[in-house]
C-alpha cells in the first residue's frame, strides 16, 4: 500500500509541477473571447458602490437587458454579470458573491432550475479561467478539483498559441470581449435583426431541482446577511406554435415561489416575445427585444419596491 | 454515481482505502456500505429497493435449499423467478404498455426504472436456479451475499456475476497486491478513454448525423457503422472500468468482451460480446430448453427464444425484439449453411468472414438504435439513396464527412479505433497488454505512464456528460 501511495502521489506532484509552470510561464492566450468578459464584469462589480443593482444569470441577461434605461429608472447603479449558461448557474452565482453589500438588489434570472449544482462546461473552464488567479480564488479548490481532468486540454492548445504567437487575437462577430459595453451588456449595435429558428427543441422541461432550490436559498441567506436582497425575475420566452401552455408556467411560478425564500418579482408570461425580438437564438433578444424586456423588468421592480413600502 | 464524477473520484479512494485498512472479516461489510452509497447517487428509493432484494434473496435462496420436499422446491423457485421477472417487466413494458393507448384516460404513473435492475435481477435469479440445482451452497452469511449483490462495479451494468464463479471471491482472504492494482488501474484507464471520449466522441457525431432530416446517402451509412462502433466502445469501455475497479479490491469479475468484431461467424461473435449476459442466457434459457440436445428443429426453436429473450431484455421497444429476432435468425441460418460455424478460417477466407459478419452486426444495429422499424427501414432506405449514380454517391459521401467529421473530430477517433482492432487482435493471441507494459524497463515505463494519462486527460476533455447507452437495460 505504501508503495501504491508513494507512485501515486508521485504522479500526481509531477501534473501539479508542470502546472504551475506551465501558468507561470505561459500568459493568458485568450482574453479577447466572449467568456473573457467576465474579467470586466469582476471589475466592475468590485468598483462599484452600493446599493447597486447586480444582474445574476445566463447570457439572456447579457443579451436581453438594457443596463443605461434601468439604471436610469432605479436611479442605482447596475452591474449586469450575466455570462453563459453553459457554465452552470453556481458559477453565476460564485462570480456574484465577490462583492454584495447592504442595500443591493440582486437578481437572478436563469434558464435552467433543474441542474445539479456543478460547475460545467469543461471545455470553457480553463480557456476562462487561464491564469487569471482573482477567478480561481472566487471559483474555490473544490471547483478546480473538479475540472481538473480537463486542464492539459486547455493546456496544449494555449501552448500553441503562446509558441505560434496567435493568442489573444481579434475575434470577429458577436461574441466577443470588446462587444460587451461598460454594464456587462452585449452592445446595441451587436444585436440588432432576427434570426431565430423556432423548433420544439427549444423548450426544456420547467423541471425546479432540489439542488438548484437549496444553493438558491443559500444564496439568499447570503445576501440578507450582508444586508442585500436576492430577487428572482424571468427570463425571455418565445411566444410561438411550441411554446407551452399558460398552466405550465403558472404550475411553475407557483412552484418556485413555494420553494424558494426570496420573492419572485416577475409573471412568467410578461416575458413572452415574438420570434421577430430574438437574435440568434433562444433566449437571446436583439436590441428591441431588449427594450421591451428591460421596461417589464422596471414595472416588476418597482412593483416590489412599492409592495416593499406598504 | 457516474465513474466520470467528482463524487466518483472522492468515493473510490476513500472506499479502497478502507476497504485494505480494516481487518479481512470487515471487508465486505465495507463492500455492502460502498455499494449501497453508491446506488443511493442514483436515488434513494433505489438503494432500498436493492436492499430489499438482497434480504429477499437471501431468505429465498436459503429457503430453496432447506426444502426436501421437490415438488414444493420447484415451486417455490418458480415463485421467486416469476416475481422477479414481473417486476422486471413491470420496469421495462409499463411505459411502452401505456403508450399504445392513444387516450389519456388512465392514470399514468411516471414509472422509472432503477438504472441496473435488469442485471442485478438476472443476478440474483442466476443464484436462486444454481442454489435449487444445487450448484452452488446457499449463502449463510448475509454480509457476504449482500457484497455479492451490491458489488459497486457490476452494481449499474454489468458484467452479470455468476454465483458459481464470484461468490466464492467474497468468502476468501485477500491480500494486498501491487501487480493487481496497478493493473486495475490500467484496465480502468483504457476503459476511461473507449467510454468517455471514444464512445463519446462518435455518439455526438452520430446523434448529429441521424437527427439532420437531410441526411442520406454514404455519410448516413457510415454513421451506422461508426454507431457500430460506438456503441462497443461504450459497453466495452464500461465493462473495462468495472473489471479494473474489481481488481482494486482483489475481486475478478468476468470478462465480457474479447475482439467481438473480429468473429468469423455469428456464433462466434455471441461468445465474445456481452459475455455475461450470453453466459446467462445459454445456461438459464437455451440450456434449460434442452439446448441443442433434442434434435436440429428444436435447437433452432431453442436458439431464436434464447435470442427474443435476449432483445426484450435489452428493452421494451419493438425494435429491441427485431434486433433479438435477427440474431437469432441468423445464427440458425448459420447452422444450416455452415455446421460448425465456430472453426475459424485463416488468411484472405477468414477475413471475408470477418467482413461478413462485421455487415450482418452493423446491420442489426441499426434496429437496436432506432425509435421504430418504420424508423430503422427508413434509415435502411435513405443509407442507399443515390447509389444508382455510384461516382456522385461516393463524392458526396466524401464532401460531407470532410465538413461534419473535422467539426465532431471523428477522424482522430477512427484512426485510434485501428489501434483498437490491434489491441484486440493481440488479445485473442492471448496478449494482454496491460501485462505486457509492466516488462518495460524505468524510467521508460513511467515516461510511458505520464503521457498515456496526459493523452487522456487531454482527449477526455471534451466529454459532454452522455451516459452508458446500456445504463438504461
Redesign the interface.
Known sequence: MKKLIIKITFLISIYLVLSIIFFTVVSAQYNTAYDAAVLDKIDRLESTESPKIILVGDSNLVFGIDSSKLQSAMNMPVVNLGLHASFGNKFNELIAKDNINKGDIVILSQIDYNDDDKLYAPKLFWYTLENHFKLWKIIGPIGLAENAITLPEYCVNALKKYINGTGNQAVTGTYARANFNEYGDIKRECHIGSNIKVSKELFSSMKISSKCINRINAFTKYCEDRGATLLISSVPILNCEYTPDDSIYDSFEKELRNKTKCEVISKWQDYLYEPEYFFDGYPHLNAEGADLRTIQLIKDLKSWENSKNE | MDFFS?EFCIFLPILFSIY?IVPTDHRNIVLCLGGFIFYSFAGYNYAITLLLYVIVSYFGGIYIFRQNNQYKKTNILKTFIFVLTIILLFFKYYSFTISLFQNNSFNVLNVIMPIGLSFYTFEIIGYLVDVYSEKVQPENNFITYAAYIMFFPQLLSGPIASAKVTLPQFKIDHK?N?DK??YGLKRISYGFFLKYYLASVLGNFVDYIYSAESSRGGILLLSTMLYTLQIYYDFYGYSEMAIGLGKLFDIDLIENFNAPYLSQSIGIFWSRWHISLTNWLKEYIYIPLGGNKKGKFRTYINIFVTFLVSGMWHGSNITYIVWGMLHGIGQIIERCLFHNSKNESNGIVGIIRIVFVLLFVNFTWIFFRADSINDAFSIIFNCFSGVGHPRTYILKTIFEFKTYSDFYNVKKCMLFSIFIMIIDMFKLKGYDLALLSSKVRNPFRWIG??LY??MI???????TGSSFIYFKF
Open positions: 467528482f485494505w494486498f501491487y492494482i496497478i505512464y505520464v494519462i496526459f486527460m487531454y482527449y477526455t476533455a471534451s466529454y
